[in-house]
């Protein structure tokens, strides 16, 4: 009776797999702490009261998640430059918002049954926002906000984020011209820094008075 062949033994065997998938772990839960202190940034920035109380975003929990949802487009849109690397870290950043998206819905009392259906919207809300602010401040990340695209940005905001709410166009603008300046601040930044879970926040605008 003929032997089988025996099996090619990998150059580095068992031990080399062992090491690279260790290191897979150990990269992988790296990119993963990062990225919840990435969210936990984000959250905090939201949870500012300026964002309520000067420029006249409602005090909901769907006022907070669309501020929560426009700070993490922002923060995909500078990832984006990175490579592999900077969509990794998105996509991270993505999973963590949404385990705790979750957690939220079922506090508030959510069923069981419907947590899925909307946590399925509310990404969809999250990717409209994201093509939103591409189209708004574009790929280039201008100095300003140039009439049809910067209009296109306010139109979102007054139907989305205002949704329900009767703001004033000082606090549209307001709300428009700090997504552009922190879209710059983030571009100024340092990738290796935001990769590592770092985040320099602008301080949002404060509409004049009339």
């Known amino acids: 009776m003929t032997e089988a062949p025996a099996l090619p033994v990998a150059r580095h065997g068992w031990r080399g797999l062992w090491h690279r998938l260790r290191h897979a772990g150990r990269a992988h839960a790296a990119r993963r702490h990062h990225a919840e202190q990435l969210y936990r940034a984000v959250v905090n920035q939201a949870r500012r009261a300026v964002w309520y109380r000067e420029l006249g975003v409602p005090d909901t929990p769907e006022g907070r998640f669309e501020m929560i949802a426009l700070h993490v487009a922002l923060v995909l849109r500078r990832l984006r430059r990175e490579g592999l690397a900077g969509q990794a870290l ?5 999973d963590v918002m949404f385990v705790d998206l979750d957690g939220s819905l079922r506090e508030l009392g959510v069923s069981d ?3 899925g259906k909307y946590v399925k919207r509310l ?8 093509a939103a602010l591409d189209e708004g401040l574009g790929a280039a990340v201008p100095e300003d906000l140039p009439g049809a695209a910067g209009e296109a940005l306010r139109s979102m905001l ?3 984020v205002y949704y329900g709410a009767a703001p004033t166009d000082r606090q549209i603008d307001a709300l428009a011209r700090t997504l552009a300046e922190q879209d710059r601040a983030l571009a100024r930044q340092q990738g290796a820094a935001l990769c590592g879970g770092m985040i ?3 301080d949002p605008g ?3 008075e009339a």
Request: glycine share 8%; proline share 8%.
């Open 158 to 160: 007054r139907a989305n």
């Open 206 to 208: 404060i509409p004049p």
């Open 113 to 115: 049954l419907s947590v």
């Open 123 to 130: 990404a969809g809300n999250l990717y409209a926002r994201l």
């Open 90 to 94: 998105g996509q991270q950043l993505f």
């Open 200 to 202: 320099v926040w602008v």
